[in-house]
């Protein structure tokens, strides 16, 4: 792999590259009609991305993070077009993308690229390598096919550890770690200046994940390139991020910068979280899982949505949404938190 | 349930081999290798991207795609060959005596189908139960895996589940007819801590209840420490070192070992660049000669370009490396 990053935009603004305000995405996961009338259920929402708001700064990393199915794809899809959000407002370079009745997302679609969760699922099993990488290259235009576009493929292909002779190949002669890099290839083609990387590394052993890693924020550094980064690899989240947001039943609950976040989590729930890393430290010991019931997101309890699981519970908790404050210097919602029955747990 | 000494492992793999006819002559992709697991025991698989795990776990099911094949060696179930036996045969076996979670969690899932009914469907395959009693088994299994009210999600199509909640489902599947051996290739990896400390507690609690055995291919180091009882680390389709978890871990041996500890982000190591092995695993048609890991070795000597190390016992480990043979002909 080659040291020298050779693509990314030029570009050095700072400031707010994505605003999110009040974003919803709600799904009917009803059971079919019939069922609805001869069992007389309900129409069921399940209300998947509620009411998120925040701010990706130009040039840097924030990190979405929280237990599975809390949303955080769901977010990335409607940040990038692929859901249409049932409600609020994206703005990407303050060009407004999505609200409600505007639909400016043409204008900033090629500026933006998505890394998806499952590789398997993203590349098509029919094209060869090199044609998946070039795709976006040319479905936005950016280099006329010949010698140019090939270089640039090749180029791309170097940069994620494959080789030239790797283009001639289909997705399922490669790997499971091979493949994620081609996707990284593929999303790496268009030039982005935003960059949203679903789990980019999970499927990776953790030595090609370090070279990828380290290419992600050598590209930063070069060319200012901002991510929004998914993964539930706390360790890995700590090494790329600029700001921590954590999600819970389609909420965010704490959005705090990476350094305080690691040195002492607000949210009992974040508290938790950092509490059930797998660690080398531990061999042979099993981690308690997180207490309590996993929540039910098609009827989320009242309140504050963490209360039956949280050891701070108290009434408040039960019947009033805490809404997202402002506590030192970050953004937690949380009643413990806000009436100082919670004290940061020192981590590390 | 404890192994006994006597009785043949549950699963054996004897020098096998897996290679790809290309029309550019064949590629070795998995190089004689040999691997056991007994009942109740966890065995973690570990290595580069590429290294030949998913295809020796594939083989072990007999779902090798086309044009791989096994060149040679043989793939023992409780003593009993299952390399040789018909499709058929095999696809009797996988299901109820082996279950396997695949890396790619959709290739098991059928989007057409509701995952209640892929459950159902499984579960009858490969036991007695009618189908209402198949309904409240798949129930259960959603429930042991962590869906969060299974029961309403039942009718869901698998594209409307999460990552994490596919990955679960097929973990589900796998479990469905309790088999003895469960070939798990990264079931956890788009799980976050919490469900994954859940779904490595149900298979360590089916491992001492039951006897399951696992082989357990994952990245994640973490993972493997507190799962596994024995670690084998794969290179360039070779198993480079294996021995108990502690020992693989704590004391590695072979330096392609001592990179892969090295290169595991850590909290308590500051955010700087994370130590890397620098270099690429070889490509499966340019494997170097000897040590296929010399190009990227830091303690590379003569010998290393020219022949190849085997396994032998270092403390509690086996190695496959150089620096600890000092005869010079080598163990043959
Ligand atoms: N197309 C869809 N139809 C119905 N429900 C959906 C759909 N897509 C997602 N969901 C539901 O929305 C919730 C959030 O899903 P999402 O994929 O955003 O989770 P996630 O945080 O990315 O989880 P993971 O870490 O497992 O990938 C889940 O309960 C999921 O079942
Ligand atoms: N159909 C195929 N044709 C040619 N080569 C193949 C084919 N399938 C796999 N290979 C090669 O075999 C090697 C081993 O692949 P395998 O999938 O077993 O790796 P792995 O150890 O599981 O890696 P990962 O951690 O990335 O999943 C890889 O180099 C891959 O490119
Ligand atoms: S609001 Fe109450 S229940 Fe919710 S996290 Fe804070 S203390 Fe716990
Ligand atoms: S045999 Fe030589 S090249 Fe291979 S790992 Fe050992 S020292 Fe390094
Ligand atoms: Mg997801
Ligand atoms: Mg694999």
New binding site residues.
Partial sequence: MSDAPVIGPAMTKSGTLMRVEGLKRY?D?SPPLLNRWFEGRPRQI?K??DDATFDVERGKTLSLV?E????????ARCLVGLHKPTGGKIEFDDIVVTASGTDHFAQVRHRMQMIF?DPFASLNPRWRVFNIVAEPIRAFGLIDAGVALTRRVHELLDLVGLTAEDGKKYPHEFSGGQRQRISIARALASNPEFLIC??PTSALDVSVQAQILNLMRDLQDEFGLTYLF?S?DLSVVYHMSDSVGV?YL?RIVEIRSAAEFFAGPLHPYSQLLLETIPSLENIGVARAPLAGEVPN?LSPPTGCAFHPRCPFANDRCRSERPSLREVNGGLAACHGVEENRISETQQL | MAPQNDSPPLLEVRNLSIEFPTRRGTLVAVDDISLHIDQGEVLGVVGESGAGKSLTGNAIIGLLEHPGRIASGEILLNGKRIDNLSYEQMRRIRGRDIGAVFQDPLTSLNPLYTVSRQLVETIKVHTDLDTGAARARALELLEAVGIPAAKE?LS?YP???????RQRVVIALALAAEPRLIIADEPTT???VSIQAQIIALLKRLCAERGTAVMLVTHDMGVIAETADRVAVMYAGRVVETGPVASVIQNAHHPYTSGLMGSIPHMKHGVNRLTQIDGAMPRLNAIPQGCAFNPRCEKVFDRCRKERPELISIEQNEVACWLYQSDVGGVS
Avoid: N, W, Y
């Avoid at chain 2, 594209?159 to 909640?165: I, T, V």
């Fill in positions: 799904f996961v399940l998947a991305v929280g599975s199915g809390c949303g955080k794809s769901t977010v969760q679903d789990e998914i539930h999600m389609g997101p | 999600r869901s594209h409307e589940f999460s990552g994490g909640m788009a799980l976050d």
